[in-house]
């Protein structure tokens, strides 16, 4: 499983504890630098509701100066109502959508990234079992990140100093931790350099060779009952 939020629900309600481990999403290194004077924001991934798309955009409206890529989005009705969001509080000219695009082509939209977010909301599936690939592509890509602070992100993350965490579902809060990275870049240097030094133990190699000698370890358990 992705988090230990599953594993832990899993066992509870399942005696095949010593059948399970934690294999977090992973990424690719990517070969780029600490970009000193990006100031776009980032968001890459899906819009549904729980993701906190809605959140970003309303956390614009403190962040007046603030230009929003968002790369994904499949769905027309979450697309609809994301740009309606953003027309009703008159953020729309501050919001540029690339739409869905072929993975092999994301890294081109990292460039001019200053702070990247992952605000999702407060449900169970976020808040304890989502591992979004993007977390890990974000901290790849040298991108510092702003996360909602939960159990989920810190299993990764650590506020401060591989991201900044903040209060879910506070479009304040959001602009707040957005404005922190975009004006302290010696802060958002010191956060993309530990998480990228972070990220370089859940590389796609480290996950395969991680389950690899986990099923290794299981069948030789399996073998001596």
């Not at 230990?4 to 399970?20: N, P, R, V």
């Not at 702003?146 to 900044?164: Q, Y």
Request: net charge neutral.
């Amino acid at each position: 499983c992705q988090t230990e939020g599953i594993k832990k629900a899993i066992c509870e309600d399942f005696s095949i504890c010593s059948f399970i481990d934690v294999f977090p999403c992973a990424a690719k290194l990517m070969d780029r630098q600490f970009e000193e004077d990006a100031n776009n924001i980032l968001y890459l991934g899906h819009l549904y509701p729980q993701k906190g798309v809605d959140i970003l955009i309303e956390a614009l409206k403190y962040l007046p100066e603030g230009k929003l890529l968002i790369v994904g989005g499949n769905k027309k009705e979450d697309i609809s109502r994301i740009k309606n969001l953003s027309s009703h509080i008159g953020v729309d000219k501050q919001v540029i959508f690339a739409g869905c695009v072929p993975h092999s082509d994301i890294g081109k939209y990292f460039n001019g990234a200053g702070v990247s977010v992952i605000p999702i909301m407060n449900t169970m599936g976020q808040r304890l079992f989502t591992s979004p690939m993007k977390l890990f592509e974000y901290m790849a890509a040298k991108i510092p990140i702003v996360a909602s602070d939960f159990p989920s992100m810190r299993e990764i993350l650590e506020n401060g100093k591989t991201a900044i965490l903040i209060e879910s579902e506070n479009p304040k809060a959001l602009a707040e931790g957005i404005e922190k990275i975009l004006t302290d870049r010696d802060l958002a240097r010191k956060i993309c350099e530990q998480a990228y030094e972070k990220v370089k133990n859940f590389t796609w190699e480290k996950r395969a060779e991680k389950i690899t000698i986990f099923l290794r370890n299981v069948l030789k358990t399996d073998k001596t009952q």
